[in-house]
């Protein structure tokens, strides 16, 4: 039902919800409202970003990091051992290293870096940010954290993304100048096109690991039917 009030009276939805900036809760003194989700549950934003929690500023800044090289930490890990499988599983055979393939992922990685934006990078941003009402301010819970990205990231299929519309979280993500249509056709289409990049990558480590069990079967095999020394 609330989806339907909202895509119905978004204007005035959103206008209400702007416009109430005391927080309801004692715990929530440095924060203001931000908006309501389609559950109705009530979200909070830092006035200053300075005063959020420690460990919750430290996790915003190591996915900030991220936001920068539109990579996540497991993506980096996936595309290093990509490359290693290219140059090791070739040399181990007696081969030159794969240079096409490490040419090809060093490629993707400053496409990706320059024309994409990392989707599941960003809801990790939002969701350290916006601190939900039965959330502590200072504290970081990942589950808790991953029910919001959870959360927030059907809302925003639904078509409700009033989350970015918060003056503090565009200037963070730099979005200020950005119009609502245009940002949303960029995140659908790097969302397709990680996706379907990710998959590539997966395909590349499955194949690439394969190669590397294969090998150690073959040195044990070696090295259990060599002849012992004496």
Same mark, same amino acid.
């Given at each position: 039902? @609330? ?18 900036? @005391? ?78 393939? @490490? ?65 503090? @979280? ?61």
């Amino acid at each position: 039902m @609330i989806e339907f009030i909202y895509n119905r009276f978004k204007k005035q939805f959103n206008a209400l919800a702007f416009s109430e900036q @005391i927080p309801k809760k004692e715990k929530f003194a440095g924060y203001k409202f931000s908006f309501i989700d389609s559950k109705g549950v009530r979200y909070y934003e830092p006035i200053d970003l300075l005063d959020s929690g420690i460990k919750r500023k430290g996790k915003l800044h190591e996915h900030l990091v991220e936001y920068a090289s539109q990579l996540t930490g497991s993506e980096i890990t996936k595309m290093a051992d990509t490359i290693d499988a290219l140059i090791n599983d070739k040399i181990h055979k007696g081969e030159s290293p794969d240079y096409a393939g @490490i040419t090809f992922i060093t490629k993707e990685m400053r496409t990706r870096r320059d024309n994409l934006i990392g989707t599941d990078i960003i809801f990790d941003i939002v969701c350290l940010y916006y601190v939900r009402e039965d959330e502590e301010p200072d504290n970081y819970d990942i589950e808790v954290h991953n029910q919001k990205v959870e959360r927030l990231k059907k809302d925003y299929d639904l078509g409700l993304n009033v989350f970015f519309c918060g003056e503090g @979280i565009n200037k963070l993500l730099g979005f200020q100048n950005t119009p609502e249509k245009e940002l949303k056709q960029s995140l659908n289409r790097s969302q397709f096109l990680t996706k379907t990049w990710g998959k590539m990558m997966d395909d590349f480590i499955e194949s690439s690991s394969l190669n590397k069990e294969n090998n150690k079967k073959n040195l044990s095999t070696e090295s259990a039917t060599a002849p012992k020394q004496k």
